[in-house]
């Protein structure tokens, strides 16, 4: 009965998926993740990195992609996540990623990289950008990733601030940009302190909410019960952070409406790398199974579809160069 129960649920979002993509056409990235957020179930979206990974997210079927700074500022500089990646930095990747997909990306904007009128100069060059949604967190600058030691957040009252200048931002620019509102003070302070927080970013008009580091179902619960018209996000950190992992249908039922994934991509990216280079420095190269084929490369990176477009705008001098090509190999 259980399984029968799931089955459903799962051939209902896929049509909900497939009815999604159909009508994203013509629609701006900002408006198809409003209606993804609006539409039932919960929707997963994996976060990128650069704009391959983007690219790999969109063709899995995805409905929207995150950008993870802790993957960015890895993958980019080679460095952890502890707030040394700059607004600059973060907003060219992010543009190469939104431009590489059509899909909505919602992009980490960590504290908003200074005081609330940074927050709102964050906001605009992330809309400038190119993303559908940004995050905003309560930490003190500089920040530290969410599920390690040493995180501190800023008072109550300058991060309901950050929030009222997103949401300024937002208006001044024009833009219907999605904001997720984040606080870190669950192991900052206490769970007390993330509830009211998280409430008090609703009534400032925040889209979206997500208390990270949650510990328990319990705790999910709760804050999933806080402010229960505003969607909630949860982060299934990899590779055993501080939250349990839960299956997508499972966080359905605890209550929230979005799921990100903020490492697999660099994860096993970092592991088939390191393979890879043990291989080679062993004399051998990558075994067929563990990457993909040359031609399946060109075709992921677009090279037929550049192929095809080209032709378009061939000329009779590039014709004739083709034709000597030929009687050459000839």
């Known amino acids: ?13 896929t049509s909900i998926a497939c009815s999604l993509e159909s009508e994203n056409v013509n629609e701006s990235p900002v408006k198809v993740l409003r209606r ?5 179930g919960i929707h997963q979206c994996p976060a990128a990195f650069d704009a391959l990974s983007a690219k790999l997210v969109e063709r899995a079927g995805f409905p929207a992609c995150f950008t993870s700074g802790f993957s960015i500022a890895g993958a980019r500089l080679g460095l952890p996540d502890t707030g ?39 906001v605009k060059g992330y809309i400038r950008a190119g993303f559908a949604g940004i995050m905003i967190e309560d930490q003190v600058s500089p920040k530290a990733c969410g599920h390690t030691q040493g995180r501190k957040v800023v008072s109550r009252e300058e991060a309901v601030m950050q929030i009222k200048a997103a949401i300024d931002a937002r208006k001044e620019s024009g833009s219907d940009i999605v904001i997720v509102a ?33 510990t328990s179902k319990e705790e999910m619960k709760a804050f999933c019960e806080v402010s229960p018209l505003v969607p909630k ?6 590779g055993g952070g501080k939250t349990p992992i839960f299956n997508p249908l499972e ?3 605890i209550g929230y409406k979005l799921v990100v994934y ?3 991509l660099m994860g096993v990216s970092i592991r088939a790398m390191q393979d890879s280079l043990t291989a080679i420095k062993g004399g051998r190269i990558p075994p067929p199974g563990s990457m993909p084929s040359f031609e399946e490369i060109k075709e992921i990176l677009g090279f037929n579809t550049y192929y095809e477009e080209e032709k378009r705008y061939s ?10 090509k030929e009687v050459n190999q000839d």
């Open 36 to 40: 993804i957020i609006d539409s039932p």
């Open 182 to 214: 984040r606080t870190d003070s669950r192991q900052a302070l206490s769970l007390g302190e993330a509830l009211w927080r998280s409430r008090a970013f609703a009534d400032a008009g925040a889209d979206i909410l997500f208390i990270d580091a949650l």
């Open 233 to 238: 996000l949860a982060n299934m950190l990899e």
């Open 1 to 13: 009965m259980e399984s029968s129960k799931r089955c459903t649920k799962q051939s209902l979002r």
């Open 84 to 122: 040394l990646i700059s607004y600059g930095e973060m907003v060219d990747q992010g543009q190469l990623i939104t431009q590489a997909v059509s899909i909505p990306v919602l992009g980490d904007a960590d504290t908003g990289y200074g005081n609330a009128m940074n927050v709102k100069r964050t």
């Open 251 to 253: 966080l359905e039922e």
């Open 315 to 324: 000329t009779s001098t590039s014709k004739q160069g083709e034709d000597s």
């Open 262 to 264: 903020p490492l697999s």
